[in-house]
């Protein structure tokens, strides 16, 4: 489909929202319960048949919830309209078992609308829509459950009364639906749109029955014709089918949901000046869900705490080492001196400086991957040669350097005990690959410092460089009668190519 069609096939269903939303909007005021009632039944059937096209046009994956979907629109028109229409006396409890029925089918949809979405970090999510949600049902009970139960204690008074805990529970689902929307799921902001819409006309109902506001049926009809049509404007849009695949969270989403919580704290903290008049039972009710609503929170920061010290961790870990072979990187090897100081103190300080003959043979022969793959091996057979104590880390490319608090004689045992390690050829994935390694070996006796770091490997890269051009394997910077150093570039980026 083209993206003219599309753009035409918008507008159409645009400009017939707006025809019907103006139809909406003004057939309360023309007066009387006939054109209010006649209206309803063409939305409610005109959302129930762009329901069935974007089932039968998009096919998505998950159909269940747009059944449910489907289920509650009729559901809810028909208890709308027994109140409506003045036939509660002779109608109830049909109208509350419709509206009932209505709302658990939406909240099933709205589940399994979100059910499937595998997102990071989807336990704090969770909280934090719970707590948006605690703090809508500690207003609740303020202003709408504990004045409708002042009236008496029948069936009736608690039924009204369990419609605000209802709402307070899609309030959390709608809380975590809006965190977890992104911005091409067009269809879930319709969904999303027909949900507030929702709440609106239960809010309305709601007030009514506390006797705190007087409204007119053919007017609380409005925010529940503007949900059915959101809904059916949802179905038909072409997203609908891939509600299910979500992105991965951003960090401003969680900064949004602390937001959203610190304000329901904020309202939540002005319930005991609102409500200075409340019963005993009130009170008992409202300190219960405060104290659920602080316990949240708490768990919630610690939650955050916990994840920023492991993000602080990993970035940290991945400042020090190389990605490739975990081993530490060149920043992390010049801080040496500095963070051991303690433990070197008084120490002879050896730095061995290896170098992996032929590597750039091989890296071209069988290409970087094959090369990285070379590498990572090597690193690990140098590791387990060393011992913790020792400082590991890949200098760049294929250039390794081993930091040991050892004497020189000790030294030279490490290093003997590095290019045995060497002997047995590599089992890579093109075949046995034979390398060999050189190392050159720099010692110092005074107290390290950082520019000792850069003696040490200028020194013991002239000795290594020695050891590979006669093919020694193993040569100590004392031991150069005519020491030859190249020149050796200190770079201070991460390697993470083997390209040379």
Known sequence: MSISVIRHGTLRWCALLAGFAGAVSIAPLVGGRALPFLLLIVIVAGSLAMIGFGLYRHRPAHRLPWYLLAASVPLFATG??????????????????CTLAAYLCLGLASVGWLQPRRVTNARDLWLDSTLIGLSALLASWTFLISPILRHDNGFDTVLAASY???????????AHSLTTVVRSETSLRLLQAALIAVLVGGLIESLTAADTIAVDPEFALVPQQWAYLLAGLAAIHPTMGVLHDADELHPHRSRQRAGMIAVALVAASLISVVGADLGVVDRVVICSLLTLLLVGVLVRSERAIARSMRS??????????????????RAALLRAPHRYRDQWAGKPLCLLFIDLDGFKMVNDSYGHAVGDE??????????????????????????????????????????????????????????????????????????????????????????????????QGLTFHDDLRKPTPRRLHLRTTNPTSTAV
């Open 80 to 97: 709308a309209a027994i109140r409506a229409l003045g036939l509660h006396p002779t109608w109830h409890p049909a109208d509350d078992l």
């Open 374 to 471: 070379l590498i990572a091996n090597a690193a690990s057979r140098i590791r387990r040669t060393t011992h913790h104590a020792d400082i590991t880390a890949r200098y760049g490319g294929d250039e390794f350097v081993v930091l040991t608090p050892r004497t020189r004689s000790d030294a030279a045992v490490l290093a003997e005990q590095l290019l045995s390690a060497f002997l047995r050829p590599f089992e890579l994935s093109c075949g046995e690959i034979p390398i060999t390694a050189s190392i050159g070996v720099a010692c110092v006796t005074t107290r390290p410092t950082e520019k000792t770091i850069y003696d040490l490997l200028r020194n013991a890269d002239a000795a290594m460089y020695h050891a590979k051009e006669f093919r």
């Open 164 to 174: 605000p805990v209802i709402h307070a529970l899609l309030v959390t689902v709608l």
């Open 312 to 329: 602080e961790r990993r970035a940290q870990y991945q400042a020090d080492h190389d990605l490739l072979t975990g081993l530490f990187n």
